[in-house]
């Protein structure tokens, strides 16, 4: 009995949020064949490791490349690191936002009560849903950035440090998540799903504003990896 509430339940759950939810995977799809786009673009280049770090004195002829190499890394590269750096937490902000206030604002909320037998039990079969959810969209996303990024910084092993911070890695799930969790309490509070949306958006935009100071001062104190001096 619990199992058959608990598929009704589901399929409720993506009835009623299948349109964000699609749209963040649509987003995130955009952005994975972008990265992916760069990668098998950057590899067309004959740049060796010698190449990168060496740029500046080195006259062999198969290192003429490397000034076009960075450029489109810098160039192409950098515009998709910044969307992954901002899309996470949009995207969490999206979804979470829309975990309660949809059901309050549409007045279907008595429905999906009344389906499941208590309401923690409801709050964590949609919260877990809808976390699944993104967390296979962000997964997406994360695969192809690091391949993007392996292809743009051979010399660095994929280990880019400071250099598009929060644009690669398992931050792409954590600042995902953490926003999800944010847009959730959000439209819990304010119980209507416009202002939770606009509310969640501003509160992980200004997290964004602020963890991008905070990167801009390691990058200063770290530098630059090899190859990427001026």
């Known amino acids: 009995m619990r199992l058959a509430a608990a598929g009704t339940l589901i399929r409720l759950i993506w009835k009623v949020h299948r349109a964000e939810l699609l749209s963040a995977l649509i987003a995130a799809?955009?952005?994975?064949?972008?990265?992916?786009?760069?990668?098998?673009?950057?590899?067309?280049y004959d740049v060796t490791e010698g190449c990168l770090q060496g740029r500046a004195v080195t006259t062999e002829l198969s290192c003429e490349s490397t000034d076009a190499f960075l450029e489109e890394s810098l160039s192409l590269g950098g515009r998709v690191a910044l969307v992954m750096g901002v899309l996470p937490s949009l995207l969490g902000a999206l979804v979470g936002s829309q975990l309660v206030a949809r059901e309050i604002d549409e007045q279907t909320a008595q429905l999906s009560w009344n389906l499941a037998p208590s309401l923690n039990h409801w709050l964590w079969i949609k919260a877990s849903s809808l976390g699944l959810g993104l967390g296979f969209v962000l997964v997406v996303s994360l695969v192809a950035m690091a391949a993007m990024e392996w292809t743009r910084f051979p010399t660095s092993r994929g280990g880019m440090g400071f250099v598009d911070y929060g644009a690669h890695g398992p931050l792409i799930l954590i600042r995902g998540l953490a926003a999800f969790a944010i847009g959730s309490l959000v439209g819990a509070i304010a119980g209507r799903t416009l202002p939770a949306i606009t509310i969640s958006t501003g509160i992980v935009l200004l997290g964004l504003f602020l963890l991008s100071l905070g990167a801009c001062v390691g990058i200063s104190q770290q530098g630059h990896p090899a190859g990427w001096e001026n």
């Open 29 to 44: 799809m955009l952005v994975a064949a972008a990265a992916a786009y760069v990668a098998w673009s950057l590899n067309k």
